[in-house]
């Protein structure tokens, strides 16, 4: 079972050099850090935690690709998870080039995670229609895949992504590509588009049932269109770590599990305080980075790694 950390860096909160260490001493494989570029600040879409306000954190969230290129630097193996990157916000061809720096720089460590975003007036303000940003995903990984096929050069033409053969170098050390990790809530059709375009899942929040019900729609998925299912990972973001419970997550088929430490109280968070503690934690005050540093130590302590 591969354990990360997820956090939300921000201008208030410890900074990602300090964490990252932390987060590698501690024997985590993996770093994850999420992006909103922008919050508006009167839209109609509600909040879905609260039906409310979208809280002002989704607004201050550092740019994913810069934090992790701190974190490259500041640690030698820890993997760097975008989660998740929202791929309708960023140009295809400027998203080619900073998937590939980052790759080629840190020596192959990036896991790319991508989503579609959930907010319409902050998908639409980067020109991309909210009802067409799968598609627009979609032609956005094409497009990169064929860019990583032929030594970076390459041209596309779609139905929202269209460029001329260009140059993108440099180019990801990860053969064929880094690992492309789609998050979104569970349905068949998200089944269907992880087998075909896709190397895993990862979900904030799962729980043990949601991952047996992933594991088995996957399998499916893959054996439609002939694709081995054991390479695509389910990674499951949780607030405890301890041994039980990798246990149980790993029999439902679980390959990664990620400590959601923004705002961890430090304390034991039961399954059925999960949602109570996810409020609380993006609602209320940045924690101190003496209490992030605290909560990591006791979660490390309760999980005995």
Known sequence: MKLGVHFYVTGYTIDPVTIARAVEEAGFESFWVPEHAVLPTNPTTPFAMTGGETPRLYGEMADPFVLLSFVAAATTELKLGTGVCIIPERHPLLLAKMIGTLDNFSRGRLLLGAGL?????????????????????????????????????????????????????????????????????????????????????????????????????????????????????????????????????EEAGADRLIALLYGHPGDPVPADKYYEAALQACTGKPPTPAETLSALDRIVARARL
């Open 117 to 249: 975003g959930w907010m319409r007036e902050e998908i639409e303000l980067f020109g991309v229609d909210f009802a067409q940003r799968w598609s627009f995903t979609r032609e956005t990984i094409e497009a990169l895949k064929a860019l990583w096929a032929n030594n970076g050069t390459a041209a596309y033409e779609g139905d929202h992504v269209n460029f001329p053969e260009v140059i993108v170098d440099p180019l990801p050390a990860q053969k064929p590509h880094p690992p492309i990790v789609l998050g979104g809530l569970p349905s068949d059709r998200l089944w269907n588009r992880i087998a075909r375009y896709g190397d895993g899942w990862i979900a904030m929040g799962a729980g043990v049932d949601d991952v047996r019900a992933a594991r088995q729609g996957l399998t499916r998925a893959c054996e439609q269109i002939g694709r081995d299912p054991s390479g695509i990972e389910i990674s499951a973001g949780v607030w405890e770590l301890d041994p039980a419970l990798r246990e149980a997550y």
